[in-house]
């Protein structure tokens, strides 16, 4: 591939964020896969990195842009870089205050476009229109799993946004549909979003789909912290009923991710070990959204803190450091004061409904990790892979007894 439209935007005088080449460059990514780009193509996007303070337009995107870009050629790569996750408006608890009705909207809104470009990038493959990668595609039988599964991933949040998702027995129909859906109301911002997000290290057919389900997992997750923040929040202020009732609406989106291992479960191990081996530096070990949702349940012990999970995000560290409030804390506030949740029937429903979706969501990512890479075999990027998450899947959600029944002790 031809980079002459950027050495065009580079000769500019006056070069302009709106007219940068986000196509032609994104193009050349998905057809080398970032680990294999060619230096020409690296090299005249650092050369534009660093005109950034002379360019006309919000800086931003662009920026953000071209970091997830040159990540590997900087050494940079982690697990951000690798999901393009600064590029994605993935909820938080220091910005996202909002009403819950709206956060849920938005998250549902990025939710459906993530499987929808998925869906649609299965259908090309299925129907042969070409895809932008094309090592180890699957074979058709998997290829409509695989739409089965994310039509069930999407359709919660489709049903919450309005969507006409009728049961219609050909999958492929409905994905169809839903695509078309997704399409009508989909913005300039919404394509470039999807567009750069997608980045693979590789031009194997499944890494496409690993990239989106695991972008899909940290914006539910994003949520959830959002959402965990909030009945800290309510339970410190004595709503407690108010804090059973956001706990429930918590542990219902975290059971709604149920449909994404099952179509995550359906990447070909012998695609996967291809294109891991490219993704040295890069661990889901490094999620600050799911360190933020497991510090917000309950504080880490310190060996737990000191772990390479948390020293991969400072931040949270630094949060939980300055005195961050878990829900476990909140609780303890609660029984300080003589009180029991039994009193307050929402509040017990709610953490038993999040303690239950925690523990199944632990123990499904551990079963698909062994299917992918054995029992004793590292993670991605030379973390501690299925041993590690074998001594953690059965943790206690909330502090060293269970928020309903005491006694149930911590490992």
Not at 121 to 133: D, V, Y
Not at 222 to 231: I, P, Y
């Amino acid at each position: 591939m031809n980079p002459e439209p950027l050495h065009r935007w580079l000769a500019q005088r006056k070069p302009t964020t709106h007219r940068f080449p986000y196509d032609r460059v994104v193009d050349a990514y998905q057809h080398h896969g970032k680990q294999f780009v060619p230096e020409a193509w690296t090299a005249l996007l650092d050369a534009a990195r660093e005109r950034l303070p002379e360019v006309s337009g919000p800086r931003g995107q662009l920026a953000a842009f071209l970091d997830t870009a040159l990540d590997k050629a900087d050494g940079r790569f982690d697990y951000r870089s690798y999901l393009a996750l600064p590029l994605l408006p993935i909820p938080d608890p220091d910005s996202d205050t909002g009403p819950a009705d709206r956060l849920l909207a938005r998250r549902d809104r990025l939710h459906v476009l993530l499987l929808a470009d998925l869906i649609a990038f299965e259908l090309r493959a299925l129907e042969g229109t070409g895809t932008p990668t094309c090592q180890l595609p699957p074979a058709p039988l998997v290829v409509r799993k695989r739409l089965r599964h994310a039509v069930r991933a999407a359709g919660p949040a489709l049903r919450r946004l309005s969507f006409d998702v009728r049961a219609v027995d050909d999958p492929v129909a409905l994905a169809r549909r839903i695509v078309t859906m997704t399409c009508i109301d989909r913005t300039s911002a919404d394509r470039l979003a999807l567009r750069t997000t997608m980045l693979p290290v590789s031009n194997v057919h499944d890494e496409w789909l690993f990239i989106r389900t695991l972008q899909t997992f940290e914006l539910t997750f994003g949520l959830l912290a959002v959402d965990l923040t909030a009945v800290v929040t309510a339970a410190g202020e004595n709503r407690l009923p108010a804090a059973g009732i956001r706990l429930s609406l918590a542990a219902t989106l975290l059971r709604e991710t149920a449909p994404l291992w099952s179509l995550l479960a359906t990447m070909q191990p012998h695609a996967f070990h291809r294109f891991r081996v490219h993704t040295d530096g890069a661990s889901a070990i490094q999620s600050r959204a799911y360190k933020l949702v497991e510090s917000l349940c309950r504080t880490p012990d310190p060996q737990r803190l000191h772990s390479p999970a948390y020293r991969s995000v400072p931040d949270v560290r630094a949060r939980i450091r300055s005195g961050q409030i878990s829900l476990d804390d909140a609780l303890t506030a609660i029984r300080a004061d003589h009180r029991t949740l039994a009193e307050v029937p929402a509040l017990a429903d709610g953490m038993h409904r999040f303690t239950a979706a925690v523990h199944q969501w632990r123990r499904t990512h551990y079963r698909l990790a062994v299917r992918m890479l054995g029992t004793d075999q590292p993670g991605t990027g030379a973390t501690p892979g299925t041993p590690y998450l074998l001594h953690g899947r059965d943790t206690a959600v909330f502090g060293s007894r269970d928020p309903i029944t005491p006694g149930n002790g911590q490992p």
